[in-house]
C-alpha cells in the first residue's frame, strides 16, 4: 500500500464519479501494509468518501496471474 502508486487518488477520483457509473467499478487492491500506510487506513478514506463497496483488498499475492483472469476491462 505504498503512497506512491497512487491509491488515494483513485479512491477519491472513484467518489466524484456519478453513483450510476460509480457502483459499475470494482477496484482490486493488493499488496502488504507499507510502513506509511495501511490497507485499513485506505478503507478508512473510502468508507468516509462513501466508495467503499468499491474496493477489495486481497493483500500479498505470491502470484497475482489467477487473478488476471477475472479481471474485467471491457
Do not use: H, W, Y
Not at 477519491?12 to 502488504?32: C, E, H, Q, S, Y
Not at 468516509?48 to 500479498?60: D, E, I, W
Amino acid at each position: 500500500m505504498s503512497p506512491e502508486k497512487g491509491q488515494e487518488l483513485l479512491i477519491n477520483a472513484l467518489a466524484l464519479l456519478p453513483g450510476t457509473i460509480r457502483n459499475k467499478i470494482v477496484v482490486l487492491f493488493t499488496g502488504d501494509d507499507s510502513k506509511e500506510r495501511s490497507a485499513s487506513d485506505l478503507e478508512a478514506l473510502a468508507r468516509s468518501k462513501g466508495v467503499l463497496n468499491c474496493l477489495r483488498f486481497a493483500g500479498r499475492q505470491s502470484d497475482i496471474r489467477p487473478l488476471l483472469n477475472e479481471i474485467d476491462l471491457g
